[in-house]
């Protein structure tokens, strides 16, 4: 057996049992949860999260206020009169999720190909003077005969519609007055969770009168939605079919 597929049998061998584990742990702590319902996550501060990164965007030179004599106006002001929009960090707006995707395609590919190769030698230098010729020199060296064809088909029919509304707070303010907002919100029915995440970078002249933004006038929108629970843990396959689809080559 070679040093590779001992390697391979190691990894394979690792990763049952970390899979393993994790299931046994797993399995725990869904057995101490029989009968419950499943918790909320509690309230944390965004910005101290794992994994979370301050965003950085290319930004214009910072433009120095100046003011005028005699007047209540100063340059680089957004608005003559303060109003209750969310501008600073810690501040709340509410989210419009308004998602219609639709898409509809369909293709195919067929290819064939047929070849054929025939050489041989039907008379050589003194081969009709050999007492059975073809037995020494055959009248055929080399015949093949090969046929390919593929045929290809895929289409793609899907429809996603996706309405509703969450509230996001500030988590930071770029130099340039654009905000980051990020909100997350559960929902809790029966024994399912509905989670719904919202991140981006909005500009403070896109958000309304009444504090809401539309999700598709936020930049670098991150959406998620979907849910935990009795429901979503029943749709998911098993951690063990999950394993071998990874390993199994086949």
Same mark, same amino acid.
């Given at each position: 057996?070679?040093?590779?597929?001992?390697?391979?049998?190691?990894?394979?061998?690792?990763?049952?049992?970390?899979?393993?584990?994790?299931?046994?742990?797993?399995?725990?702590?869904?057995?101490?949860?029989?009968?419950?319902?499943?918790?909320?996550?509690?309230?944390?501060?965004?910005?101290?999260?794992?994994?979370?990164?301050?965003?950085?965007?290319?930004?214009?030179?910072?433009?120095?206020?100046?003011?005028?004599?005699?007047?209540?106006?100063?340059?680089?002001?957004?608005?003559?009169?303060?109003?209750?929009?969310?501008?600073?960090?810690?501040?709340?707006?509410?989210?419009?999720?308004?998602?219609?995707?639709?898409?509809?395609?369909?293709?195919?590919?067929?290819?064939?190909? %047929?070849?054929?190769?025939?050489? !041989?030698?039907?008379?050589?230098? =003194?081969? @009709?003077? +050999?007492?059975?010729?073809n037995? &020494?020199?055959?009248?055929?060296?080399?015949?093949?005969?090969?046929?390919?064809?593929?045929?290809?088909?895929?289409?793609?029919?899907?429809?996603?519609?996706?309405?509703?509304?969450?509230?996001?707070?500030? %988590?930071?303010?770029?130099?340039? !007055?654009?905000?980051?907002?990020? =909100?997350? @919100?559960? +929902?809790?029915?029966?024994?399912? &969770?509905r989670?719904?995440?919202?991140?981006?970078?909005?500009?403070?002249?896109?958000?309304?009168?009444?504090n809401?933004?539309?999700?598709?006038?936020?930049?670098?929108?991150?959406?998620?939605?979907?849910?935990?629970?009795?429901?979503?843990?029943?749709?998911?396959?098993?951690? =063990?079919? @999950?394993?071998?689809?990874?390993?199994?080559?086949?």
């Open positions: 057996m070679s040093v590779t597929r001992l390697n391979r049998l190691a990894l394979s061998g690792v990763m049952l049992s970390l899979a393993a584990l994790a299931s046994g742990c797993s399995s725990i702590d869904r057995l101490s949860q029989i009968g419950e319902k499943p918790k909320l996550t509690e309230i944390e501060n965004p910005t101290t999260q794992p994994g979370y990164k301050p965003v950085q965007m290319p930004m214009p030179k910072p433009e120095q206020a100046s003011y005028n004599a005699n007047s209540l106006w100063r340059n680089g002001s957004r608005a003559f009169f303060k109003d209750q929009r969310a501008a600073r960090v810690g501040d709340l707006l509410t989210v419009t999720v308004n998602i219609t995707d639709k898409a509809n395609i369909a293709n195919e590919t067929q290819r064939s190909r %047929t070849s054929k190769e025939d050489s !041989g030698i039907t008379d050589f230098i =003194g081969a @009709q003077t +050999i007492t059975q010729p037995k &020494i020199l055959p009248g055929r060296l080399l015949t093949t005969d090969s046929t390919s064809s593929s045929d290809g088909k895929g289409s793609v029919n899907r429809q996603e519609a996706l309405q509703t509304n969450v509230a996001a707070v500030v %988590t930071q303010v770029l130099p340039n !007055g654009n905000l980051v907002v990020e =909100g997350k @919100q559960e +929902i809790r029915v029966n024994f399912e &969770i989670e719904l995440i919202v991140a981006g970078i909005v500009r403070p002249e896109d958000i309304q009168s009444d809401t933004i539309d999700s598709t006038k936020i930049a670098q929108a991150r959406i998620a939605y979907g849910g935990r629970g009795q429901i979503t843990d029943v749709q998911q396959p098993r951690y =063990g079919q @999950q394993v071998m689809d990874v390993l199994l080559p086949f």
